[in-house]
């Protein structure tokens, strides 16, 4: 039996009625019973002055329309808790209670009637129950990541105020039942990964309302219905991953307000139709691995405000149009993959927003056009596997800034000048040989931890380095290795003298790096390690050997041997312990403090990669509440940008975050590892821009060795040994593992690249911000973690990208809006992840009412209806952040935060359910 208090009319009464009225009206509202038992109550009566009844309406009385509506809406609800195993939801504040039910959990109601569902991700389980389509006034339901399956009920076909229906992610079967055809008013529905199956029905041509409609990753096999051109107010496709067939109909192309297009991961048959270039709203147009052939219409340069164009790995042919160029405002163009032909346009030149340009493995040719010089913006350049491609790099290219540039298996090459030799160094991944460059090995060089006598490793400023020299002579019986004397100049001065004593081995009659006794060696101290270094090697400087031995008695024969020297900035390495709630074992705090930058655990990071100092700044302990490795890095760039923080961020564990033992952002700042030396080196190589090298794991296409060897000989300072070539690269899953010296190269642009002078995340002083952070999972699919209002240094995209996040007022103007590329994690290219402190307004605190990411694959949104209980613990005097618990259970933050690794005095709490706390 339920008691409810609200949902009640009051008519007005005279002065004289109201002391005795006033009693009898509350009794009435206390007993107005809703009938969900089998006990009923008769009625109750009491007098007022003027000894009247008046009689609590009840179940067996003749209720009024709205009670009625109002009774069976609860009913309803509390037989759809059941059906979807309510006992065991994340969240089911006031279900089940006898208070109103607008304050249940996920429930919202207009005028005294349930109007909207809202309980993504709440663990609902269990069939799709029909009781719903008796909602009458319902015009929202969201329900999706959850675990529902069956058939969506034909009932959900008489729920005719229903503009949203979101059932995404769940475990349904069956079509979509033709009932649903009456849902006139429907504007979002919502379907992707729902388990749902095809054909795609014509009938939704006549939901003329519909502004989004997204079916994708589920298994439609079927054709794209001409009638879906009907749907002239759409905004949003998405049939990505679905199995389609059969041609692309040309009627699409009437869809004028259509923006985003998603096709990708399908089986069409034929070509694009040309009339898809008449969709003028079209901001992106998505539609890779779909085996589309023919030729790419040049209608498609209509489509003025188009900013992405994905077609890559499909089986297009025919030359790339040139009124692509016309596309002023095109940032992504991927053509990669296909079987297009002919030279490259230089009217892509005139795409001056273009940031990525991506067109490997075709069969193009030509040589490349002076005109894409003009091309401020661009970063990512992709021509290899392009047979035809020859010439040289035009001059003009210098005034590219590329952070990627493939062009292998290509006949193209680099003039071997001064300019664009520093033009290819800074050039993060990536290369292209030097035209004409036949460069004889080697007899000396130094060495840090790799080197390739063909083509020499850069050196790290103020690190010591193995000096080699290498004496042969091809007929030299009796005659024993001879003394060396090594001269290392800066700026003509001679700087340093190394006199290295001859043995007694024999002179050896070719190269043998990996033998340390057949080279003449020592170590050359950091402080001459510099940039502009020279050296000479004079052998057998005293004259022992006779002098017809064919013996080289000076290396080089002429001049100086320049030795490349790059000063890197120091290495800022903030290491940080975590602890969840779960663990007993709180020794990682204990490591951590200890910690200085030449303990044993930073062994691997200073011999492999490459850094001269490592300035270290340990943080005090933080408190989550995830054991998941994932999270814990989200968790970390979230810390970071907070904090305003310098140069990387290191989580460390003692064990294992569900068992992944490491985790890092791809060119990024932040990494989680357990604490192994191993692998805190592999995942700070993530974060340097390298993934990983090809072996037990997929790896860099570009990565240059077999199985993920490092391929030239390599010296052990530690070990005080040298390293074969077929050894693997640290950044495999193989072992025994040292480094390449392609993966030193990568490393060593990256850093001088992106780090410069001491990395910050700002230089602003802290201000009031919106602490947006997320990602997209390891489907790809987005998600939005809840947003904060802090104070904190302003921390912006770097550039722009295909994610867009929009926060809203509730009338729907746009409060903010920024574009950007997200991060991708180390283990899976999917999963990605992003961080930003958007400055905010005061009046924030009154209007943001949604905010809204939107990925290549998807959307995910915060409102005032998301419900997920977090907060962030901060130490008032220092700022540092010292507990993130995300998804908390019903205790006080404090509570949950408390252990013996650190005192709750001086803690600041931000609170959040998805929109910022501290501003309701």
Not at 512 to 539: C, F, H, N, R, Y
Not at 620 to 643: K, N, W
Not at 722 to 750: E, L, Q
Request: glycine letters at 10%.
């Amino acid at each position: 039996m339920y008691l409810t208090l609200g949902e009640n009319s009051f008519i007005p009464i005279t002065p004289s009625q109201r002391a005795g009225r006033l009693v009898c009206v509350l009794c009435a509202r206390l007993l107005r019973v809703v009938l969900l038992s089998p006990i009923l109550l008769g009625p109750v009566g009491c007098r007022p002055d003027n000894g009247e009844p008046i009689v609590a309406p009840v179940a067996e009385s003749a209720p009024s329309v709205g009670y009625a509506r109002a009774d069976s809406d609860r009913a309803a609800l509390v037989e759809f808790y059941r059906a979807t195993g309510g006992d065991g939801w994340k969240r089911k504040d006031g279900w089940l209670t006898d208070a109103p039910i607008d304050s249940w959990y996920g429930v919202g109601v207009s005028d005294g009637e349930v109007a909207s569902i809202r309980l993504p991700d709440n663990n609902l389980k269990g069939r799709l129950p029909a009781v719903l389509g008796g909602l009458a006034s319902l015009s929202i339901i969201d329900l999706s990541y959850n675990e529902l399956w069956g058939g969506i009920p034909p009932e959900f076909g008489g729920l005719s105020e229903l503009e949203r229906l979101d059932l995404a992610v769940n475990r349904l079967s069956g079509p979509l039942p033709t009932e649903l055809s009456k849902l006139l008013k429907l504007r979002h529905l919502s379907l992707i990964s729902s388990g749902n199956t095809g054909p795609i029905p014509a009938w939704l041509g006549h939901l003329s309302q519909l502004r989004w409609l997204e079916l994708g990753e589920n298994r439609l096999y079927s054709r794209i219905p001409s009638e879906l051109a009907k749907l002239r107010n759409l905004e949003i496709l998405y049939l990505a991953n679905s199995g389609l067939a059969g041609p692309l109909p040309p009627e699409l192309g009437n869809l004028d307000r259509l923006r985003y297009l998603y096709l990708s991961r399908n089986h069409f048959a034929g070509s694009i139709p040309p009339e898809y270039g008449s969709m003028i709203a079209l901001r992106a147009f998505y539609a890779w691995g779909s085996q589309i052939t023919g030729e790419i219409p040049p209608e498609l340069g209509n489509l003025a405000n188009l900013q992405r164009l994905d077609l890559w790995s499909n089986r297009l042919t025919g030359t790339i149009p040139p009124e692509l160029g016309n596309i002023e405002g095109l940032t992504e163009l991927g053509l990669g993959r296909n079987a297009l032909s002919g030279p490259i346009p230089r009217e892509l030149g005139r795409l001056s927003e273009l940031e990525k340009l991506r067109l490997r493995s075709n069969q193009l040719e030509g040589g490349l056009p002076p005109e894409l010089g003009a091309l401020s913006k661009l970063r990512t350049l992709t021509l290899g596997s392009n047979p035809g491609l020859s010439g040289s790099v035009p001059r003009e290219w210098l005034e590219l800034t590329l952070d990627e540039l493939e062009a292998g298996a290509v006949d193209l090459c680099a003039p071997d000048d001064p300019e664009f030799r520093r033009w290819l160094n800074g050039i993060d991944e990536g290369s292209m040989q030097l035209c004409g460059s036949n460069t004889a090995p080697l007899d000396a060089y130094l060495v840090q931890a790799t080197q390739n006598r063909a083509d020499p490793v850069p050196l790290v400023a103020g690190r010591e380095a193995l000096l080699r020299a290498f004496v042969t002579a091809e007929r030299s019986e009796g005659e024993t290795f001879p003394a060396v004397r090594a001269r290392f100049y800066l700026k003509d001065r001679l700087t340093f003298s190394l006199d290295i004593p001859g043995t007694p081995s024999p002179i050896p009659s070719e190269v043998e790096e990996l033998d340390l006794t057949k080279s003449a060696k020592g170590v050359v101290p950091g402080w001459v390690v510099q940039p502009g270094l020279e050296m000479v090697i004079d052998v057998d400087p005293l004259g022992t050997v006779d002098s017809t031995v064919a013996m080289a008695r000076r290396i080089p024969a002429e001049g100086r041997i320049p030795v490349r020297v790059e000063t890197m900035p120091a290495f800022q390495l903030t290491v940080i312990p975590w602890i969840s709630p779960i663990d007993d074992d709180e020794s990682i705090v204990d490591l951590v403090r200890s910690l200085t930058a030449e303990s044993a655990v930073f062994n691997d990071t200073r011999a492999l990669l490459p850094v001269s100092d490592i300035d270290l700044t340990l943080h005090d302990p933080v408190r989550t509440s995830t054991r998941i490795g994932h999270t814990i890095l989200d968790q970390t760039e979230a810390l970071r940008v907070l904090e305003g923080g310098a140069g990387y961020y290191l989580s460390l564990t003692k064990g294992l975050a569900d068992e992944v033992a490491g985790v890092a952002f791809l060119g990024g700042w932040s990494a989680y590892s357990a604490y192994n030396a191993g692998v805190i080196a592999h995942e700070l190589g993530h974060n340097l821009s390298l993934a990983h090298a090809p072996c037990g794991v997929d790896g860099d296409p570009a990565f240059p060795y077999a199985d993920g060897s490092v391929g030239t000989v390599g010296y052990d300072f530690l070990r005080r040994r040298t390293v074969p070539g077929r050894a693997k690269d640290f950044m495999s899953y193989c072992g025994p593992a040292w480094i390449a010296d392609w993966s030193v190269r990568k490393m060593i642009r990256h850093r001088l690249r992106k780090e410069g002078p001491p990395a910050r995340v700002a230089e602003s002083a802290p201000v009031p911000a919106l602490l947006l952070w997320g990602g997209s999972d390891e489907e790809g699919r987005p998600f939005l973690n809840p947003a904060f209002a802090v104070d904190a240094p302003v921390a912006l995209p770097e550039t722009g990208g295909p994610w867009e996040i929009v926060g809203r007022s509730q009338g729907g103007a746009v409060l903010f809006s920024l574009d950007f590329a997200t991060h991708p994690t180390s283990n899976n290219e999917k999963r990605t992840g992003f961080a930003f402190a958007v400055p905010a307004r005061p009046e924030w605190a009154e209007t943001l009412a949604e905010i809204t990411l939107r990925g290549p694959n998807g959307f995910a949104t915060l409102s005032e209806e998301t419900d997920r209980p977090s907060a962030i613990l901060r130490d008032s005097a220092t700022g540092q952040v010292r507990a993130i618990l995300i998804d908390m259970p019903p205790a006080p933050a404090a509570e949950i935060a408390a252990g013996t690794a650190f005192s709750l005095m001086n803690l600041s709490v931000l609170r959040s359910r998805g929109l910022p706390g501290s501003w309701r």
